[in-house]
């Protein structure tokens, strides 16, 4: 069987970025928009093609954390900039791409980016070449020449699929797109790494050899929606636990977890169509026993969302699941247990091993299963 791992939330933390293209692409990404550009017409994106723009003047572009997207519909509704200036602020950003940093997270629906510099100057140009060139895209104008990489070109034509929200900091901006489909969440986060390597890499990364990964629509869909059964599952568990501890105390919780948990992840899974749990290798409940395909996983203790093929057109997917500090009343060191927490737990789990855990560990995953012949798929790209 096929063994995949890869967290749901993954960091790059990029040191010293650069550019030019940060700018582009910082920009551009953030706003791709359909635009000539995208399919086939080159000159759209030379500065000679700039004349038939100039003069429009330079806009307020969106608005500080303005969102942007499908929701805000289409138009040509903000005032496009000097084809030269925008040029001259990237140039200016590519030429100091070391005093630019930039961090990117991979989300399960998308990606997130922080692009900054401690130089006001830097940190301004940042803050302006977003709107400038979402402006540029949404007036179809024309668009720097970097837009024929892959990723921009698959970006563009799917800008209609994915959302954006930006949002400016003290020294930079903050970009956050998001897709329901797996594909363009695969080319949102695709475009993100491919900014920073750009902010690495300087012009090489331009013309670097590059293709879009093989993307599984079936096996993606899938991904997706056993990410977000853990959610819902997540968030379910976490308000009914806090509305009980609330009300009743922690001791009085234990019952209704030892009661309800199971019918919690019941629910879950008939809502979405998968089975859904809870496992660990230290049990409190050993009807939590992980399903048998997970067994041999989870001697290896996997820290990071591992994904596996199984018979009959099913994806496995085990999704780590950490201590918190509001975890420790019923799964900490025994001596910080409250006692009549602990008596509770002797009570309804004789055999509890689910103690003298602390913040940060691993306390044991959700496991899924899928059915990959009815997750959903979608047409051509
Ligand atoms: C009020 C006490 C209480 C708190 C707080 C609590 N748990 Fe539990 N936990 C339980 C009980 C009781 C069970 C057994 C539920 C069952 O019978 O399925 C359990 C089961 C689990 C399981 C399933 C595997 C097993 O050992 O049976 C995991 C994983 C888990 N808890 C993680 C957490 C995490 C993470 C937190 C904090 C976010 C947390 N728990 C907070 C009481 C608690």
């Known amino acids: 069987m096929a063994i995949e791992t890869g967290s749901a939330m993954r960091c790059f933390p990029i040191g010293d970025l650069s550019g030019l293209i940060l700018g582009l692409l910082l920009g551009l990404t953030v706003c791709g928009q359909p635009s000539a550009a995208a399919d086939d017409d080159a000159t759209e994106t030379s500065p000679a093609a700039q004349e038939h723009e100039s003069g429009r003047g330079r806009g307020p572009g969106m608005g500080r954390g303005m969102g942007r997207g499908f929701q805000g519909g289409r ?52 803050k302006d070449h977003v709107p400038n060139m979402d402006a540029r895209v949404l007036g179809n104008a024309p668009l720097p020449p ?36 797996p594909y363009v969440v695969m080319l949102v986060q695709e475009h993100a790494k491919l900014v920073s390597r750009f902010l690495q890499n300087g012009h090489d990364e331009i013309h670097a050899d590059y293709e879009l990964p093989e993307f599984d629509e079936v096996t993606a869909a899938a991904k997706a929606k056993a990410l977000k059964a853990r959610g819902m599952l997540f968030t379910t568990l976490s ?22 948990a199971h019918v919690l992840a019941e629910n879950v899974g008939e809502q979405l169509g998968v089975r859904i749990g809870r496992t660990a290798l230290k049990l409190r409940n050993p ?4 399903p048998a395909w997970a067994e041999p996983l989870l001697s290896a203790t996997p820290s990071v969302a591992t994904f596996v093929d199984l018979p009959h057109n099913q994806l496995g997917a085990l999704l780590p699941i950490r201590l918190k500090e509001a975890c420790t009343t019923c ?20 055999d509890d091993e689910a103690t003298g855990f602390q913040v940060g560990d691993l306390r044991g995953w959700f496991w899924v299963e899928v059915d990959t012949a009815v997750a959903t798929t979608q047409g051509g790209r």
Request: hydrophobic fraction near 40%; charged fraction near 30%; aromatic fraction near 6%.
């Open 287 to 290: 009807a939590n026993a992980s």
């Open 331 to 350: 799964h900490g060191p025994v001596d910080t247990i409250p006692p009549d927490v602990r008596e509770a737990l002797t009570a309804w789990y004789p």
């Open 146 to 181: 970097m837009t024929f990489h892959p990723v921009f070109v698959a970006l563009i034509k799917h800008a209609d699929d994915y959302t954006l929200d930006y949002e400016e900091t003290d020294k930079g901006v903050k970009v956050t797109y998001q897709s329901d489909d």
């Open 75 to 126: 138009g040509p509704g903000a005032k496009v900039g000097n084809f030269q200036a925008d040029m001259r602020t990237i140039h200016a950003m590519f030429d100091n791409r070391d005093k630019i940093r930039r961090s990117v997270m991979l989300l399960p629906d998308g990606a997130e980016s922080l692009t900054e510099s401690d130089d006001e100057e830097l940190a301004a140009m940042l």
């Open 239 to 260: 308000s009914r636990l806090g509305e009980v501890i609330k009300a009743k105390g922690p001791a009085a919780a234990i019952e209704v977890c030892s009661k309800e």
